[in-house]
């Protein structure tokens, strides 16, 4: 498995959402509802559906905002508009993330392969 880092955007629980910019994350918005995981992303990847940084997702305990994470996935949420999220940490309750996406974006929860194949063609691209 290879390892990714990551930077933590939005902490499970919480309403601030920041986003990464160049070299640290600066605040964003306040959303209507509290993240229902550590969402962030991958700043050395871009994913060609958005031209953004790869979306991550850390399962588990709440983490800040800002810190830096490095691990291997453990899953994909797959989105039909190809704005896929890598996961990380134990898929056990990874259900929660099906719920957070309207019907319309075909969310699918794939394995740590898929996830793998997934991030290894970005890195080829």
Known sequence: MTLYRGVVEWTLGER???????????FYRTEPEAAPV????LPAL??????????AVWL???????QEVTAAPSGLLWLADGDHKVI??????????LGWFPPERGARLLDDRAAEDWLAALVSA
């Open 88 to 97: 990380f940490g134990s898929l056990e309750n990874a259900d929660v993330l």
């Open 16 to 26: 601030e959402r920041f986003i990464w910019r160049g070299r640290g994350v600066v």
């Open 46 to 55: 871009l994913n060609p559906a958005d031209q953004a940084e790869v979306d």
């Open 38 to 41: 550590n969402y962030g992303c």
């Open 60 to 66: 588990g305990p709440a983490l800040p905002v800002g």
